[in-house]
């Protein structure tokens, strides 16, 4: 079969077109890597245009072979045009330079073929970089990706640390070469035109046909984790989301690798309200007790009551005994953090009576004999906090019950 680029469409095979994607990425590192890509439209011309002449040896550093192909590109003859086509692609990842420059041809011709060219060239290149970096398992060869330097000081380099990085790459390329400027406007950039492209398929049904890949959420997360990176409540929203899907969600629970230390990372990174929020959700439902840390942040004043409940939740679940000290204080608060209807009566749920069942829990007394009833548990899940509902009467006594308890059993010195 010929490896030539039709101008024309044609079906392409599975492999064919995961080569197309990958060098569609790889056009797009371009912009990162200082490549000069033109804006002008690289669609099929319509009609002939003059030949551009090709840039001279003095802008090139390509084989001068690669000069001459480069403008039969724009041949009047197609099977000219399709002779310098294949014998490019022959010449591969030498031919790049070259190509780069034609991609500001002022000939249409010679752009489309051009573009068409580089991302198949770059595409093998790349696949190859790959199969050799997947190949030195143990890193003899000291053969590197764009980006892996920065992830290898992070999360290893063992295999499947190796592994999770080459689904990245395959599925995030531009994404990760991102990062790896550690510039915060260029990673926000990309990171939210990729969890759009999610939530666009999200949307439209596709993404349960396809859902994203573990590389994929990881790369989003590995962005996220910038600290100069700033996403919206939804975009936060979307990438929790995301991280629920299978794929990624069986790599967190079924090991302690590098998946489930890029979510920790993101999630004990302060996303606002909504943000923390969510995040507290996700961190309960994975049973990662280093996220504790958004819990104590979602007790802040400011946050909307129901936030603040799951809070004390969180806290008195995942903490020790020094969290009393933190949630003590809030056995004075009587902000109401949700209501609702027991018997047709209205029942309030305030701050300090979920509070005070997270003190019991957390000095490792039984909240029934403190006037909770036996639906209160406070576990690795976060429970209803309608279970923790109290009566005034039982809510004075329970407080009044703690302090005397409190008394007799001081913190001890330093706690």
């Known amino acids: 079969m010929s490896s030539s680029i039709q101008i024309r469409p044609y079906r392409r095979s599975m492999s064919a077109a995961l080569r197309c994607r990958l060098g569609l990425c790889c056009l797009?590192?371009?912009?990162?890597?200082?490549?000069?890509?033109?804006a002008q439209t690289d669609a099929p011309p319509t009609k002939a245009e003059p030949t551009q002449t090709a840039p001279t040896k003095a802008q090139s550093t390509s084989a001068p072979q690669s000069e001459v192909l480069i403008r039969e590109l724009g041949s009047p003859s197609y099977e000219g045009r399709e002779k310098a086509s294949e014998a490019l692609l022959r010449l591969g990842i030498a031919a790049r330079p070259d190509l780069e420059l034609a991609l500001n041809s002022t000939d249409a011709e010679v752009r489309y073929r051009a573009r068409k060219i580089l991302a198949k060239v770059l595409a093998d290149d790349l696949a190859k970089r790959i199969e050799a970096f997947?190949?030195?398992?143990?890193?003899?060869?000291?053969?590197?990706?764009?980006?892996?330097?920065?992830?290898?000081?992070?999360?290893?380099?063992?295999?499947?640390?190796?592994?999770l990085f080459v689904e990245m790459i395959r599925d995030e390329g531009p994404l990760v070469e991102a990062i790896q400027t550690n510039d915060a406007k260029i990673i926000t950039e990309k990171l939210r035109g990729s969890i759009g492209k999610l939530t666009q398929r999200m949307q439209?049904?596709?993404?349960?046909?396809?859902?994203?890949?573990?590389?994929?959420?990881?790369?989003?997360?590995?962005a996220a984790s910038h600290?100069?990176?700033?996403?919206?409540?939804?975009?936060?929203?979307?990438?929790?989301?995301?991280?629920?899907?299978?794929?990624?969600?069986?790599?967190?629970?079924?090991?302690?690798?590098?998946?489930?230390?890029?979510?920790?990372?993101?999630l004990v990174k302060d996303s606002g309200a909504m943000g923390d929020y969510n995040k507290l959700m996700m961190a309960m439902n994975f049973t990662l007790p280093e996220t504790l840390d958004i819990g104590r942040r979602c007790l802040k004043p400011d946050r909307p009551g129901h936030?603040?409940?799951?809070?004390?939740?969180?806290?008195?679940?995942?903490?020790?005994?020094?969290d009393i000290a933190l949630l003590e204080p809030l056995l004075n608060d009587e902000t109401v953090g949700m209501t609702q209807q027991i018997n047709k009566k209205k029942i309030e749920i305030q701050i300090r009576d979920v509070a005070l069942a997270g003190v019991v829990k957390l000095s490792g007394q039984d909240l029934k004999k403190y006037g909770f009833s036996a639906a209160a548990v406070i576990g690795p899940q976060i429970t209803n906090a309608q279970a923790f509902a109290i009566d005034a009467p039982k809510r004075d006594a329970g407080i009044k019950q703690w302090r005397e308890w409190r008394a007799a059993n001081p913190p001890k010195s330093g706690s």
């Open 28 to 38: 797009a590192w371009l912009h990162l890597c200082g490549g000069r890509v033109s």
């Open 134 to 163: 997947i190949r030195d398992v143990d890193g003899k060869q000291k053969l590197t990706l764009p980006g892996w330097e920065s992830f290898s000081k992070q999360f290893g380099t063992d295999k499947p640390a190796r592994e």
């Open 204 to 222: 439209t049904g596709v993404f349960q046909k396809t859902p994203p890949s573990a590389g994929q959420v990881a790369a989003q997360l590995m």
């Open 227 to 266: 600290p100069d990176v700033s996403l919206d409540d939804r975009q936060v929203v979307m990438l929790t989301q995301f991280a629920y899907q299978s794929a990624f969600q069986n790599a967190v629970r079924s090991t302690q690798g590098p998946s489930r230390k890029l979510l920790q990372q993101w």
């Open 307 to 322: 936030y603040r409940l799951s809070g004390i939740l969180a806290v008195a679940a995942l903490g020790k005994a020094d």
